[in-house]
């Protein structure tokens, strides 16, 4: 019923349809209008956002600190739902407490429960903690393996964490990491469509060089951070603006604001 009141207020013809929509126009959103690239398009279009992100973030890198794959690992299952930040704060004294992954297999839950509790679920990734590095010790002699196969069975590690740890603790470039970050750009700049984190990477590989999949991951992130803000884009100041077909146009003095 409120439906059908709304559209008859809208097809009211009122003082006339040019001032109308005037109106609207200038308190919506508005979207580039350009199209989302396909086929040898996409490639091309795909290559000019590395090459440009490239040069803005030369230095881009993971964020976490690590000095070898025990920590990275250890770092990365704390970060889920947690800060980069807030794990670097943390990860200093677990790794003081527990060096490698002999002594944390041997660790009480309730030891490292205290020393993680600050980056959020710390139960269920004290578990994961303890629980990755016992199959570390049990089944890769208390090594990190360095293959995707061994890092997906272990717990609390999934194929994110294994992209993670191959891609920057071992320098192999086996997947594409797809975050928060990578899914909103990836979708934003029309590299892909949906949220399926599986599907997105499967779709990216095959637009960027292999030996660039570590890195495009960290400059997505970068760039997801510092401009493509998920609530607040600032389109104003991107160097992707006049290519990324979801780029915000100023359609009256203030800027627009989408989502
Ligand atoms: S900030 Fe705007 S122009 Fe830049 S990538 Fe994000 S949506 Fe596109």
């Not at 690992?73 to 947690?82: D, E, F, G, N």
């Not at 290519?243 to 146009?249: D, L, M, Q, R, T």
């Amino acid at each position: 019923m409120a439906a059908k009141g709304r559209a008859k207020r809208d097809a009211k013809p009122g003082k006339g349809a040019g001032a109308a929509k005037s109106t609207s126009v200038a308190k919506r959103p508005a979207r580039s209008k350009r199209p989302r690239p396909r086929g040898p398009a996409l490639r091309a279009h795909a290559a000019l956002l590395l090459e440009r992100l490239l040069a803005r973030y030369p230095d881009a890198h993971c964020a976490l600190d690590f000095t070898n794959a025990y920590q990275l690992l250890c770092a990365t299952i704390l970060s889920a739902q947690c800060t980069d930040k807030r794990v670097n704060m943390v990860t200093p004294a677990l790794f003081a407490r527990y060096p490698d992954a002999r002594s944390l297999a041997a660790a009480r839950q309730e030891d490292v429960e205290a020393l993680i509790k600050s980056t959020g679920f710390f139960r269920n990734k004290a578990k994961s903690l303890i629980g990755m590095a016992q199959a570390v010790v049990e089944h890769h002699d208390g090594e990190v393996p360095a293959d995707m196969a061994s890092l997906v069975v272990l717990p609390g590690v999934g194929r994110k964490t294994a992209n993670v740890i191959l891609g920057n603790a071992f320098g192999r470039n086996d997947g594409i990491v797809v975050d928060t970050h990578v899914t909103r750009l990836s979708n934003r700049l029309a590299l892909t469509s949906g949220t399926d984190a599986v599907k997105i990477e499967r779709a990216l590989l095959p637009l960027f060089p292999q030996e660039r999949w570590t890195m495009l991951s960290h400059l997505l992130i970068e760039h997801g951070r510092q401009v493509c803000d998920a609530k607040k884009p600032r389109c104003g100041e991107c160097l992707l603006a006049d290519v990324c077909p979801s780029a915000e146009v100023q359609t009256s003095g203030r800027p627009a604001r989408r989502e």
